[in-house]
């Protein structure tokens, strides 16, 4: 039942990451845009971060058993707040005759008690099939449908660097929990649970401070370039222009952070210096996960959330895998090991992506733009 009801929560809590991204990319403005997505994000980021700070204090003052009552609290919580204060934005318009309408007398009465009508064992079949079918199509096909959107080679490249940032988020969280819970540190739960503050004020600083970075870069090369529309005057953005020196600098650090991190814990070094590494691994991480999700509504501006929706489902798949593989890792080959091997694929990755992206991204964003215009 654990893992089931972990399943639903996953997927609704993925709705909400594809939608409210989603909603930002149509509120916002594309000069700050970049602004807003990180301390949207923040949200998403900072909570597996902080949980385990509470959840480590409940079980060690009861048991277990406490992390699910709060966590059945808070989501009832959390509904009442949804259902009093979030509105429908899909409000009818005056005039619109979408919904029926019922008119007075006779007529009226048949619309209210409609006329019943004989149907065969074959109709009866074939009329629910199609229901199912139609169900099974919008519940599980159309969903899977955003999927599609790879074969373009931005929206890979931009999916798959993310996904690589996110899996070593959960590595490095297993870690965690792992290695300073036994010899040589023996923290306890609790404490473990506070190793978890440095990288999510990583993540505080960054959607601060990289949200804002990448407009002011994306704005700064639209007017170097000198791209002014010719009939609004106003600025011409490329979303790759935000990969620029802030995508470069966060390259190299969350990798860099985490070898440093493998090879002071394998070496049992002083608590202080893995966890405080572990801020610039926060850092550079949200950087990345803040200009990619920025820059994927923006190559679909039109489907904003499908965009978000493919970036988490490829990042979660990375991050389950992680989350899976980092304990047996761990125990044959060590956090040294372990963590040299990540750094030197999330180097490899975030360099050649953002390579990628500043040589071919112009292009690779005509040729989509054609295509989604065909579809469209």
Known sequence: MLIVFRVLSG???AA?????????????????????MGIFYLGPLAGPLIAPIIGGGLSQAWNWRATQWFQAIYGGMTFVIIVLSLPETLARKVGD??????AEGDDAEKAVRPTLTRMSTRQSVKVKTKRYVTVFHRCIIEPLSVLLYLRFPAILLIT???????????????SLQESFSTAPYNFKVSIVGLLYIPPSLGYLAASLIGGKWSDQLMIASAKKENRY??????????????????????AGMFPTALIIY????????????????NFFFGFGSMIIFGVATTM???????????????????RNVFSSAGGVIAEPLIGAIGNGWLFTVVAVVGWVT??????????????WRVAMDEKLSVYN
């Open 262 to 277: 493998g090879w002071t814990v394998e070496r049992s070094v002083v608590w202080p210096v893995p966890i405080i590494v």
């Open 160 to 174: 798959f660097l993310a996904s690589v940032a996110f899996g070593s988020l959960y590595i490095l969280n297993i």
């Open 11 to 13: 997927g609704a809590a």
């Open 350 to 363: 975030a360099f050649g992506v953002v390579w990628a992206m500043r040589r071919f991204g112009p292009r």
């Open 16 to 36: 909400v990451q594809a939608v409210g991204a989603g909603s930002i990319a149509d509120l916002w403005d594309p000069r700050e845009r970049g602004q807003a």
């Open 97 to 102: 005759t979408s919904l029926p309408t019922v």
């Open 229 to 250: 529309d010719s009939t609004s005057g106003k600025l011409v953005f490329h979303p790759e222009d935000r990969l620029s020196l802030n995508a470069w600098l966060a």
């Open 296 to 314: 994927l509504t923006e190559f679909m501006p039109k489907k904003s959330s499908s965009g978000v929706a493919v970036n988490n489902f490829m």
